[in-house]
């Protein structure tokens, strides 16, 4: 056998295992660039998630912010006065009946004098409910009970509590806030 016939079986016995080498390498490439690019997706799913969640956390403090702000204006206090005597009036009610303070939800924008604020598109729903909140130093949330109240419409002050709530379209996501305040008015009852 001449020298040029044995480079040439050695050559081809190589080559032969060097395609099988660079298969698998190739293999283990494709492999690691298919699970990097599920590793991305799933970062962009979370990160648009984050997002998701922030903008239904902004719309129910925006929420809660517009009411309160609504409430908190001096040009606005009638308005407020009015709309959540409804809920002190109910409350006094339900107290009389020998109920237990703070059960009544009352939606403030159902009056129709303080008017919601706009939301995302991607927001479903945005609720408020307000509650009252007990007073320690008093026995009933009337201004007979009022120490000092006189027959001329003595303010005093009403504890209550205002809770958001917003969720995305379907409902995925949903975040609540909450605040409490206080409303310095006379007796619905008087």
Same mark, same amino acid.
């Given at each position: 056998m001449s020298r040029t016939s044995q480079q040439w079986t050695q050559k081809s016995e190589q080559s032969g295992s060097a395609l099988i080498f660079s298969l698998v390498i190739m293999a283990v490439i494709t492999v690691v660039a298919m699970v990097s690019m599920q590793r991305t997706t799933l970062?962009?799913?979370m990160i648009a998630n984050l997002q998701h969640q922030q #903008?239904?956390?902004?719309a129910a403090f925006s929420e809660l912010s517009s009411f309160l702000g609504s @409430?908190?204006?001096?040009?606005?206090y009638d308005d407020a006065a009015? #709309?959540?005597? @409804?809920l002190i009036m109910q409350e006094n009610n339900n107290v009389a009946q020998?109920?237990?303070?703070?059960l009544i939800r009352y939606n403030p924008y159902d009056a129709g004098v303080i008017q919601p604020p706009a939301t995302a598109k991607i927001i479903g729903g945005s609720t408020i409910r307000v509650?009252?909140?007990?007073d320690p130093e008093m026995t009933k949330f009337d201004a007979q009970s009022?120490?000092?109240?006189?027959?001329g419409g003595t303010k005093f002050k009403y504890y209550m509590a205002a809770a958001s709530s917003s969720s995305t379209l379907n409902q995925t996501m949903t975040a609540s806030q909450e605040a409490g305040f206080y409303l310095e008015a006379v007796s619905p009852n008087q």
């Open positions: 970062q962009a799913r #903008t239904v956390f902004n @409430i908190d204006e001096p040009a606005e009015d #709309t959540l005597g @409804i020998g109920q237990p303070y703070g509650r009252m909140l007990r009022n120490e000092g109240n006189s027959a």
